[in-house]
Nanobody, 127 residues
Framework: QVQLVESGGGLVQAGGSLRLSCAASGRTFSRYAMGWFRQAPGKERELVAAISSGGSTYYADSVKGRFTISRDNAKNTVYLQMNSLKPEDTAVYYC?????????????????????WGQGTQVTVSS
């Protein structure tokens, strides 16, 4: 079992920045594919960004050019740098892990494809 702990959420004004962190347990973090999702009130959980074990990345159109996903395998941590934040970015952000990706470049897009989830961290962007 893999435990994920997110941190870094908070309240920020529009145009500001936040960096989310997700620390994972386990010895084989470098083999995992990771994803950041978000869920706003009354909406479905959506993929924001994902990173493969080999470092390939994906971004939702709504965050492309503003958010950056990265990973530090030595620290068992994945990050989401969020710049130029907008009120519509307000949501609970969740980290998720796919423990057995098909190959090093595999990116996963659906919630059901991920094996474990963090508890979520609130991001609120005021206008």
């Amino acid at each position: 079992q893999v435990q994920l702990v997110e941190s870094g959420g908070g309240l920020v004004q529009a145009g500001g920045s936040l960096r989310l962190s997700c620390a994972a347990s386990g010895r084989t973090f470098s083999r995992y594919a990771m994803g950041w999702f978000r869920q706003a009130p009354g909406k479905e959980r959506e993929l924001v960004a994902a990173i493969s074990s080999g470092g390939s990345t994906y971004y939702a159109d709504s965050v492309k050019g503003r958010f950056t996903i990265s990973r530090d395998n030595a620290k068992n941590t994945v990050y989401l740098q969020m710049n130029s934040l907008k009120p519509e970015d307000t949501a609970v952000y969740y980290c998720a892990v796919k423990t057995n990706p098909y190959y090093s470049g595999s990116i996963y897009y659906r919630t059901y494809e991920y094996d474990y989830w963090g508890q979520g961290t609130q991001v609120t962007v005021s206008s």
